[in-house]
């Protein structure tokens, strides 16, 4: 072959208007053959993570980027070698050597998954690498993630920095070491923990690495710390300070680079908070039958394997105050200065996950049943757990439901998602004293709180809203009447 037959794959855009994108993980190294629809690495944009498949065959000559750099779209990640010029018609590039990624062969191919790619984008600027972190000693470094876990609430430590790369070395005797088996959800979570995936052992199927797996790892790693003091033989001299204190004063401070989700989060929020004037509004309810009701849906076979719990009835709730109230289902459009009334629900639902948070909606959700609607409820948190939430998944909501319950919260004052004109707030449900038939009772109690844009939505549309929300949570039967 020729160097005229050497294709170089661009940063595509992933999704609508992106600049960049951080290559999370390689899947090939030069040298392996791909082909046309393969998927040769996974990239994190704003929105999400994604795969990106190879439109061509041929044989990888170079890997351009390494893992963890940002990259920009337009920019060539991969070079190809393909044959006789059939590929499509990217830029070609002289075969210069290139560096290589780190030198270890992917184990798991991803398959049965189509791949979300929406169209390719062209950029001029330049691409960063993620800044690199001082060496420290291994103590020291154990006791930064813990304490960044713990200070952060979701176990998520900052990333470890990335392998460097280097030119590819000439191959030695020794036959390399088989490469661990993990998805790329549990080796960003190893990676952020500081866990190295060879010292962990797998319990999954065919030897898979799984997220506890990986927990446990970390909490044996740790015990050891915590046992040291007790092991210490008594003595007159004053005692040591324990490993843990002094290993987090060797560490004053931990920077965490703002990108990706993160990054557009931050950027969502505070457009959203200083654009769109908010008004919140509270409820506390007795949800005691709602729960009930749960219970019984839990054992009806037409719910038989679906996940069934308070959010699903809230949401339903809310759809249903929607329908009974459609002018709180609009968007500001700033620019032709109108009210866009939507006669349809996209219903958000915010997500915690290790890359940030994110708002995934249920496309027409207003026209679901509520099987239909605790599947896409499954469906959706299942998605986002794994880290598979594409980019159209989070685009056009209309509406949005963030269950702060979950953390024990009793409840918030949430910012509106940028383009919706309300989102409702969920507290945790407790077991309180209510007055209920004239005597106080122990019942399940929760707070509702609702955000809206006070441009579109005024206090008496936002409180029937409120109140419809709470009456259905109060007395579940209203489900049939008013739906």
């Known amino acids: 072959m020729t160097n005229a ?64 750099t940002t990259v920009d779209v337009g920019t060539s990640i991969i070079a190809v070698e393909v044959a006789g010029g059939a590929a499509p018609a990217q830029e070609e590039a ?25 169209g390719y984008g062209v950029a001029t600027s330049s691409t960063r690498r993620r800044p690199r972190k001082q060496a420290q000693d291994p103590a020291a470094q154990q006791a930064a993630s813990a304490v960044q876990s713990e200070l952060n609430g979701h176990g998520a430590a900052p990333p470890a920095p990335a392998a460097p790369v280097a030119p590819a070395a000439p191959a030695s ?78 560490v004053r401070e931990t920077r965490i680079p703002v990108k990706g989700v993160r990054k557009a989060t931050a950027a969502a929020m505070v457009g959203s908070a200083f654009t769109a004037p908010h008004v919140t509004e509270f409820v ?47 968007s500001w459009d700033e620019a032709a200065q109108e009210i866009v009334v939507k006669h349809y629900v996209n219903l958000g639902i915010a997500a915690a996950t290790p890359r940030g948070l994110i708002v995934p909606n249920i496309k027409d959700a207003h026209a679901k049943t509520l099987p239909e609607l605790a599947a896409s ?19 056009g909501g209309t509406v949005t439901i963030t269950n702060v319950g ?27 004293p209510w007055v209920h038939k004239g005597k106080v009772k122990p019942r399940q109690v929760t707070t509702l709180a609702l955000s809206f844009d006070h441009r579109l939505v005024d206090g008496e549309l ?22």
């Open 5 to 68: 037959s050497v294709r170089e794959f661009k940063m595509p855009d992933v999704g609508e208007g992106l600049t960049e994108a951080e290559i999370l993980k390689w899947y090939v190294q030069p040298g392996d053959t791909v082909t046309d629809g393969q998927v040769v690495c996974e990239v994190e944009t704003a929105k999400a993570a994604v795969e990106l498949p190879i439109p061509y065959d041929g044989v990888v000559r170079a890997l351009h980027f390494p893992e963890g």
């Open 284 to 330: 506390t309810v007795d949800v005691t039958r709602t729960m009930k009701l749960v219970e019984e849906l839990k054992q009806d076979k037409e719910f038989a394997g679906l996940r069934v719990n308070p959010l699903l009835l809230i949401a339903k709730a809310l759809l249903v105050a929607i329908r009974r109230n459609p002018d709180i289902n609009a």
């Open 462 to 483: 936002g409180s029937k809203v409120l109140a419809d929300v709470a009456a259905v949570l109060e007395q579940p039967k209203r489900l049939i009447t008013w739906a």
């Open 173 to 250: 005797s020794a036959a390399p070491a088989q490469r661990p088996l993990a998805k790329p959800p549990v080796r960003k979570l190893a990676k952020d923990l500081g866990v190295d995936l060879a010292t962990v052992t797998p319990t999954g199927p065919d030897g898979v690495i799984t997220r506890d797996d990986v927990h446990a790892a970390v909490a044996a790693s740790q015990a050891p710390q915590q046992a040291a003091p007790a092991a210490q033989p008594a003595a007159p001299a004053a005692p040591a300070p324990s490993a843990a204190p002094a290993a987090y004063d060797s």
């Open 406 to 432: 979950v953390f024990g919260v009793d409840t918030g004052t949430p910012i509106l998602n940028p383009g919706e004109s309300a989102i409702l707030a969920v507290g945790a449900i407790k077991l309180q």
């Open 94 to 118: 002289p075969a210069a050597p290139a560096p290589a990624a780190e030198p270890e062969q992917s184990a798991e191919q991803p398959a049965a998954r189509q791949p979300v790619l929406v």
């Open 377 to 395: 409820l499954g469906e959706l948190v299942s998605t986002a757990r794994e880290g598979r939430t594409s980019p159209s998944a989070m685009q």
